[in-house]
């Protein structure tokens, strides 16, 4: 048997009439203020849980903040330069770090990177050097052109000759190394490899005149970051003469890089 249940106590004279909801049946069912009062009898409850915002969620990409550390490398043996450059970032899809170990910092430019001494051999007779004006440096990039010439100056029965040397040197940006880019570069040229000795690529070919003679030829050189662009004309020399003057100084102008 269930026992009677036992009747509410009544409030005191002075304290507040505890709030009653009715409960099963139709009995009313006693129910605590929801901010008990201890000076009118009722107990202090301990505080629950306080309700915060939840911290704000970092973004993967708004809060991405890109890392670039630039180590600078010189190479005392053998008088080059190098520089590594890290190209990172904080978000894990933005694709691998660009390894720029290979890249040359600088190289020499233009009318710098032979001497006339080493250009004689090419151009017969007294010759002018001049830098062309083509070219210039930019974020990715630096090039520039010389010409060497005997045009105008050279003495009756002299052939004419002139050799436009052009340098360019790439650099990295944050998806390609100088050494990519440069890759690229060359690939676009026309001509077949030759082999010219310290060279990482070449291609080199013939120009043929309109009266169908080889009057010239190009020969292109990579090393690392840089190519090298020969353009040689000779009027005196025909088919299968160029190459040989090309490829060495070539190779006189890669061991300076």
Not at 164 to 190: Q, Y
């Amino acid at each position: 048997m269930s026992q009677p249940q036992q009747p509410h106590p009544l409030p005191q004279a002075g304290q507040p009439v505890p709030p009653q909801v009715h409960g099963p049946q139709g009995q009313l069912s006693y129910s605590p203020p929801l901010h008990p009062d201890p000076a009118a009898g009722y107990p202090a409850y301990p505080p629950g849980p306080q309700w915060a915002p939840p911290p704000p969620q970092r973004s993967s990409r708004g809060g991405a903040i890109a890392l670039v550390v630039v180590l600078v490398i010189v190479l005392l043996g053998g008088g080059g330069a190098g520089a590594y450059f890290l190209f990172a970032a904080g978000d894990s899809d933005d694709g691998p770090v660009v390894d720029t170990s290979r890249d040359l910092a600088e190289a020499p430019m233009g009318c710098g990177l032979f001497t006339e001494s080493e250009i004689a051999p090419l151009i017969p007779g007294r010759f002018t050097t001049e830098p062309t004006g083509i070219g210039g440096a930019t974020d990715f990039d630096k090039s520039a052109q010389c010409m060497y010439s005997n045009q105008g100056i050279a003495p009756d029965g002299m052939p004419t000759a002139f050799l436009s040397v052009t340098t360019r040197l790439h650099k990295a940006n944050a998806r390609e190394s100088g050494v990519d880019k440069a890759k690229d570069d060359l690939r676009r040229k026309p001509g077949s490899p030759v082999g010219v000795p310290g060279a990482d690529d070449d291609a080199f070919r013939e120009i043929e005149s309109s009266r169908d003679r080889v009057v010239a030829a190009q020969l292109f050189v990579r090393y690392r970051n840089v190519v090298i662009t020969l353009h040689y004309t000779h009027y005196a020399l025909g088919e299968k003469q160029f190459i040989q003057p090309l490829m060495a100084l070539s190779a006189l102008g890669l061991e300076k890089l």
